[in-house]
């Protein structure tokens, strides 16, 4: 939404999986928010998501690479 400020995670397997061929899920919606002048962190997940979404502090998040 117009002037967000805050964190986003996303929790969908492999989010935050990149290769040498392609960036990730979340370093491609990073370099969306900083296109667009909205200085917001995101985070994923590498591997596989189940169950519960993990709460912000927990070690399965990776920060978007840029």
């Known amino acids: 939404p117009p002037g967000?400020?805050?964190r986003v995670f996303v929790d969908a397997c492999q989010s935050?999986?990149?290769s040498r061929k392609i960036d990730s899920f979340i370093t491609t919606l990073q370099k969306q928010f900083l296109l667009n002048s909205l200085?917001?962190?995101v985070y994923g997940?590498?591997?596989d998501s189940?169950?519960?979404i993990p709460l912000p502090d927990d070690s399965k998040w990776r920060l978007a690479k840029l």
């Open 50 to 52: 189940s169950g519960l």
């Open 45 to 47: 997940i590498n591997g």
């Open 39 to 41: 200085n917001t962190l």
């Open 16 to 18: 935050a999986t990149d």
């Open 4 to 6: 967000y400020k805050g």
